[in-house]
């Protein structure tokens, strides 16, 4: 009886620290979860701003655009006013040598 209590004693020794590792592992795996799943949260976050700086850049880059073609307008409109005006010189001249021939 002395030899099995024995027996006995030593496998709730091994089994009481099959526990406690158990228990390590456990509380070692939900750290590691935990650490993973921050490090994730992180990730994503670093992905939201740079998408947002894209937006940002995107919106930029189509008032640029935008910007561009305005000045291009201006410039056709510009360029067409000069020519304008040089017809109504022409005119203006052809005027008055139309006079001065009457």
């Given at each position: ?13 091994e089994?009481?620290s ?11 795996k939900s ?8 490090e ?14 894209n937006?940002?850049?995107?919106d930029?880059?189509s008032?640029?655009?935008e910007?561009?073609k305005a ?20 005119i203006e ?10």
């Amino acid at each position: 009886i002395e030899q099995e209590q024995s027996q006995n004693n030593e496998q709730t020794t091994e089994i009481e620290s099959t526990k406690e590792q158990v228990v390590e592992q456990e509380q070692s795996k939900s750290q590691t979860e935990e650490n993973n799943n921050e490090e994730l949260e992180s990730i994503i976050n670093q992905i939201k701003q740079e998408v947002q700086s894209n937006q940002s850049q995107s919106d930029e880059i189509s008032i640029n655009n935008e910007n561009t073609k305005a000045v291009e307008s201006i410039e056709l409109i510009e360029q067409e006013q000069s020519q304008n005006n040089e017809q109504t010189t022409e005119i203006e001249s052809t005027k008055e040598q139309v006079v001065e021939q009457e």
